[in-house]
């Protein structure tokens, strides 16, 4: 019996051994195709994070400047539509207190938009774009809505007296406030006046919401105009009883614009004819970009 025990151990090693190559080989075989099927995956993986790490070109953000008798929902049905074609949008409540203050207070807002702008007005917020886009040069266009252009010197209401046919000033109401006057469009006059293809029950309470305008915003002298080496695009609203079309024209040819007429459209275009107003700022973000 003890003879044979060093035979038996022997034999017992050898089939130790034997089922720990056997071991190691299967661990390996399972291991090569582990190691083969992270290839491509880790390969992927790479492919995706250079892709994600590619720059992309960003759209510019467009600011809206509103003008008097108005504020920043005038603008909400063209903001819609611009948010969902994926421009970022500012609506800049404009404070309408005087065109150095006002242009003062949008500039400042400009310093705080990293990337290129585009630069809308409607009506005197125009005057506004006009004088706030000097100085930034992240400001890629100015876009007019119905809106006053003025060169170096002039004011709304010389405009308005240089090319008659508007019903704004004899439909004007001031009120006085504490360091000067404030006008309003009577609320009688406010459709046939302001909004004429607007439906009748907003433009009654675009009429009650009407945020006034100092006088002396409609009086002071534009500086230089930032339009004379900016891009430009007008919308003109062709049945406008507030800046004459005529006006609208004159001044978009002097500013060398790219220029559309809605022939129906009265001062709110902004409201009667979002979705033209909401192409025509896309048409200038898509030629500057």
Excluded: C
């Excluded at 609208?248 to 275009?269: C, D, F, K, N, Y």
Aim: proline share 9%; hydrophobic share 45%; net charge positive.
């Amino acid at each position: 019996m003890e003879g044979n025990e060093p035979v038996r151990a022997h034999q017992g090693g050898k089939r130790r051994r034997k089922r720990m190559l056997t071991t190691l080989a299967v661990g390996t075989l399972l291991a090569v195709p582990a190691m083969s099927a992270a290839t491509p995956a880790g390969t992927a993986s790479t492919a995706n994070a250079k892709a994600s790490a590619a720059p992309k070109s960003p759209k510019p953000t467009v600011v809206l400047v509103h003008g008097a008798f108005a504020d920043s929902s005038s603008w909400d049905a063209v903001t819609a539509r611009l948010q969902r074609q994926g421009y970022p949008v500012i609506g800049v409540a404009n404070p309408l207190r005087g065109l150095a203050d006002d242009s003062a207070y949008v500039s400042s807002v400009l310093d705080t938009v990293p990337g290129p702008v585009v630069l809308v007005g409607h009506s005197y917020g125009g005057a506004v774009i006009t004088d706030a886009a000097v100085g930034h040069p992240q400001v890629k266009a100015l876009v007019y809505i119905a809106a006053f252009a003025p060169d170096q010197g002039e004011s709304g209401l010389a405009i308005l007296a240089k090319y008659p046919g508007s019903s704004l000033p004899p439909a004007l109401t001031v009120r006085p406030f504490p360091g000067g006057q404030d006008a309003y469009v009577n609320p009688a006059d406010f459709r046939q006046v302001f909004a004429a293809d607007v439906p009748a029950g907003k433009t009654r309470l675009m009429a009650a919401g009407q945020r006034p305008v100092a006088l002396a915003a409609l009086q002071q002298p534009s500086s230089a105009p930032a339009w004379k080496t900016l891009p430009a695009w007008f919308l003109v609203a062709g049945a406008d009883h507030a800046i004459p079309p005529a006006a609208e024209q004159a001044m978009a040819l002097r500013a060398g614009s790219h220029t559309e007429v809605i022939p129906t459209a009265s001062h709110a275009v902004l409201v009667s004819h979002p979705g033209a107003t909401a192409r025509l700022i896309e048409t200038a973000a898509r030629a500057t970009s």
